[in-house]
């Protein structure tokens, strides 16, 4: 299946720009699917990647602040995954690593995508990191590199 994002036009409009991923590693394997599937996605933009892990999904936006305080990167893509549990611990993850990622890129002003899949079960995980329902971590890609294109674009006047 594709994406419901409307796709951008294949142009190297990112060219010599830098993104960062960051990635929560709690699952491996999912991990590596999100990254490579964003990589794909920067890279066919024309724009450089730096990865920078982390445990999981709650530190996720403590590593967006450190990438947008660097001032390196023109927006940063959070990747990540968290599955349901049988405890309440699910819903406080999911809550704080949307609402930190959100406030990093609401006070930096640099970009920052919410790629991290809340899930119910593990298999749909898989189908969601690129086994057939969607890729989150090309659609976090797609996102970031379109709110990188609009902040250029405003700050030129070119909007």
Known sequence: MTSPYPAHPAK??????????????????????????ATVVFAGAGASVEVHEVPGAFELPLAAKY?????????????GVVIRGQTDHYDHVCREAAAGIARVSLDSGVPCAFGVLTVDTMEQAYQRAGGGVRHQGEDAARAVL?????????ASGAA
């Not at 990438?67 to 990747?79: T, V």
């Open 12 to 37: 190297p409009a990112a060219s010599g720009l830098v993104f960062a991923v960051c990635v929560g590693r709690f699952y491996e394997d999912l991990a590596r699917r999100l990254v490579a599937g």
């Open 146 to 154: 379109r709110m990188a294109e609009l902040r250029r674009s405003l």
């Open 67 to 79: 990438c947008a305080e660097s001032g390196r990167y023109a927006g940063i893509a959070c990747l």
